[in-house]
Nanobody, 123 residues
Framework: VQLQASGGGLVQAGGSLSLSCAASGGIFFSRYAMGWFRQAPGKEREFVATINWNDGSTYYTDSVKGRFTISRDNAKNTVYLQMNSLKPEDTAVYYC????????????????WGQGTLVTVSS
């Protein structure tokens, strides 16, 4: 199973970016919960958002609620992260991850990981 994240870049504070993560390699995508995590320089990887496989329910870390939206298109084997009202503290490498089963906020519960895409928010 391979996950390919894309969409990162440089944006000014208050701006928006949309990240995508495409899954391939025989994954039965519609049965996998998907998550986004991020890791800022010198910090540990942290949970950002997750979306369930069956009912599409979502969960966000408090710092991004109301600004970020996770969604998925099972026909395209792709999960998205729409990021609005970006802040400098959102600067990080963003990773997508997949797990069989229901949504989780713990990174250790995800089996498959993408390579990461860098998001830089300037002040």
């Amino acid at each position: 199973v391979q996950l390919q994240a894309s969409g990162g870049g440089l944006v000014q504070a208050g701006g928006s970016l949309s990240l995508s993560c495409a899954a391939s390699g025989g994954i039965f995508f519609s049965r996998y919960a998907m998550g986004w995590f991020r890791q800022a320089p010198g910090k540990e990887r942290e949970f950002v958002a997750t979306i369930n496989w069956n009912d599409g329910s979502t969960y966000y870390t408090d710092s991004v609620k109301g600004r970020f939206t996770i969604s998925r298109d099972n026909a395209k084997n792709t999960v998205y992260l729409q990021m609005n009202s970006l802040k400098p503290e959102d600067t990080a490498v963003y990773y997508c991850a997949a797990r069989q089963g229901t949504l989780q906020t713990r990174a250790a519960m995800y089996r498959y990981w993408g390579q990461g895409t860098l998001v830089t928010v300037s002040s």
